[in-house]
């Protein structure tokens, strides 16, 4: 069984950084793309960020040159640093992978707060 295990989550001021993490296990097939989305309270979720096995990245424009992800194939982790955060960015974030069109994973989110 696949599971996604999102850590790093938190609370902190804006300006601040924080790192999340993405560990999937209960599969040995590549994974294709990794990414993250998120979802304000009362806001549709939308996509943050994601990359690619072989390392291309696709940022939302809303957080590109302040977010950084990032992947560890042979630990089948995908990273997400964030700084420069703005009371904007709070929402949960969650983690999802592409194994293959027709598999398709999510993690259970993580809490950002972002103070003002």
């Known amino acids: 069984q696949v599971q996604l295990a999102e850590s790093g989550g938190g609370l902190v001021q804006a300006g601040g950084s924080l790192r999340l993490s993405c560990a999937v296990s209960?599969?040995?097939?590549?994974?294709?793309?990794m990414g993250w989305y998120r979802q304000a309270p009362e806001k549709q979720r939308e996509y943050v960020a994601g990359i690619t096995s072989p390392g291309t990245t696709i940022y939302a424009d809303s957080v590109k040159g302040r977010f950084t992800i990032s992947r560890d194939n042979g630990k089948n982790t995908v990273y997400l640093q964030m700084n420069s955060l703005k009371p904007e960015d709070t929402a949960v974030y969650y983690c999802?992978?592409?194994?293959?069109?027709?598999?398709?994973?999510w993690g259970q989110g993580t809490q950002v707060t972002v103070s003002s």
């Open positions: 999802r992978i592409v194994v293959s069109r027709t598999s398709v994973y």
């Open positions: 209960g599969t040995s097939r590549t994974i294709n793309v």
